[in-house]
């Protein structure tokens, strides 16, 4: 039989599509050709399968050889695609077996002497593959990175020779086994952030349900560090959102390092970060900062000297929880469910609201700077805080009572979220409008309370709802069946601060 049939997988975004490699070999003047929208490093991969296959004393067929990548309008790039094209040219002219062919999926570039090469995204590859029941060849590099699926069998190999080996019988290739991931150890603590209560109580309000937070104070009051702390008191991420934030990563330009698995992402894009390094871009896209942030954090810190059009991107993820980039030919969709942590000093000198320091910058200068964070970027923040500078007596003097640890704050958030995950499963932040009424109910005094704070201070309707979510979460740290006048006073004190006149 002169047609073999091969499996293999598109990279789309964080999907994995099938491709069916069709290899058909006919009588004619001998040539090579590869259809199916596939690029540049696609139809490259001729040279590459040629050489591999006269370097391993294979016999390129002098015939008419035509490679489809089925379906023809998906787009194909990249070298993922080699080793298919070359098993299927073996297999069609008759040097191994057809029929294992049917149970397989093979992924890796091919050097010129067949040795196989790992290529990007092997992760989401492996999970189609497992739903697909079938079984998974790739080169040995790639092996850290697929084996983090579980219950598909994968096969490492060093060379396309082992795999025409094993295809035809001849020496079976190992299976690879499932490694135990070692963890990094969390070296920041929040027992190192001195003084702060309020900053404190604010970050494990945060942890608990999941919100964004805006933080404003004059330089060194401690932002940074608290919100560098924030990913010490969440908790570890579940099996699938494990897999679907290192699937972001494995397809990113950076990769994925298994010594990562179960934590959750701490992205702190510089303030000159482009629209593409923030949503993503390129061509076929790849993840920008606010996907490899998915269920993890995003800390934009200097937040008002990112470049407005930039930080306008923000809106769509932070309400739908994910970002689409369109190209000519298709779109990729990438989820991006990130907390938004965010630090500003509150005018340009950064020592307006510094009793220690004098500001020298004039009402318009301030103006200014705050209106480079729009109030539409401002309304979706649940938790404005101001961060006040420390008494300088505070550094030289050791606490009488140690400072809580880390430890201690996430026991209390992990408590908190399981409520939350037991009454709806969802954290607070993620609530819907339907949800915030079943389960966000006020006593009518509370309800006038609010009513008469959202007129006060202007708030919007969207404001209106994250407030309820904010006092959900105090509620629930505080093991709270309702929301009471105390946890909605506390919220409504997050929302307009003196700091940020624009919010207010």
């Known amino acids: 039989m002169n047609l073999a049939i091969v499996y293999c997988r ?61 379906p023809a309008d998906l787009p194909k790039d990249g070298g993922r695609f080699d080793l298919a094209i070359a098993v299927g040219i073996l297999a069609a002219s008759g040097q191994i077996p057809l029929e294992p062919l049917q149970h397989y999926e093979f992924c ?113 009051t401690g932002k940074t560090m608290l919100a560098s702390r924030l990913p010490s008191i969440l908790p570890e991420l579940s099996d699938d959102e494990a897999l679907e934030t290192a699937a972001i990563a ?26 593409p390094a923030l949503v993503g871009g390129s061509n076929p896209p790849r993840p920008g900062e606010i996907s490899l942030a998915h269920n993890g954090i995003l800390f934009l810190d ?22 689409i980039i369109s190209r000519a030919g298709y779109q990729a969709v ?11 000093n509150p005018c340009p000198c950064g020592y307006l609201t510094d009793p220690n320091k004098d500001c020298s910058c004039t009402p318009t200068q301030i103006q200014c700077y705050r209106s480079r964070i729009s109030g539409p970027i401002l309304d979706r923040i649940d938790l404005h805080i101001e961060v006040p ?17 880390s430890l201690a704050i996430r026991k209390r958030v992990m408590i908190a979220r399981e409520k939350q995950l037991q009454r709806c499963n969802k954290i607070n932040a993620r609530l819907t409008n339907p949800d915030i009424h079943r389960f966000c109910i006020l006593q009518k005094s509370d309800q006038l309370l609010l009513e008469q704070a959202i007129q006060r201070l202007n708030l919007s309707a969207r404001a209106f709802y994250r407030i309820l979510k904010v006092a959900r979460t105090i509620a629930d740290l505080q093991d709270s ?24």
């Not at 975004?13 to 003047?29: C, D, F, R, T, Y």
């Not at 494995?250 to 629209?275: D, L």
């Not at 550094?395 to 809580?404: A, I, R, S």
């Not at 069946?481 to 207010?504: F, Q, V």
């Open 302 to 323: 200097e937040l008002p000297e990112f470049n407005r059009r930039v930080l306008e991107t923000l809106r769509e993820p932070l309400e739908t929880g994910q970002i």
């Open 389 to 405: 500078s420390l008494p300088k007596n505070t550094l030289f003097t050791h606490e009488v009572t140690p400072m809580e640890t």
């Open 10 to 70: 598109a990279c789309c975004g964080i999907q994995a599509p099938l491709v069916n490699v069709e290899v058909h070999i006919s009588n004619g003047l001998p040539s090579f050709s590869i259809v199916g929208l596939a690029n540049t490093a696609v139809k490259e991969s001729k040279e590459r399968v040629r050489s591999a296959l006269l370097n391993t004393h294979f016999e390129f067929p002098a015939k008419r050889i035509t490679v489809n990548l089925a």
């Open 334 to 344: 990438f989820p991006a469910c990130f907390q938004l942590i965010a630090a500003m």
């Open 250 to 275: 494995s397809i990113s330009s950076q990769g994925f390092e298994p010594i990562q698995w179960r934590q959750r992402p701490f992205r702190t894009p510089h303030h000159t970060a482009s629209n």
């Open 481 to 504: 069946k309702m929301i009471n006048t105390h946890h909605l006073t506390e919220a409504l004190s997050y929302r307009c601060t003196p700091g940020i006149a624009s919010s207010c």
């Open 108 to 220: 890796a570039e091919l050097a010129l002497s067949g040795k196989l090469r790992q290529v990007k995204g092997i992760l989401p590859f492996a999970i189609q593959t497992r739903n697909a029941m079938r079984k998974l060849v790739i080169a040995q590099n790639s092996i850290a990175e697929a084996t983090l699926v579980q219950n598909v069998e994968i096969f490492p190999a060093e060379h396309l020779l082992e795999i025409c080996a094993h295809l035809s019988g001849n020496k079976l290739l190992t299976p690879a086994k499932v490694p135990i991931v070692q963890h990094l150890a969390k070296d920041l603590d929040f027992a190192e952030v001195k003084g702060q209560p309020q900053a404190r109580r604010v970050m494990e309000i945060v942890a608990a349900g999941g919100h964004s937070l805006l933080m404003t104070g004059p330089p060194g």
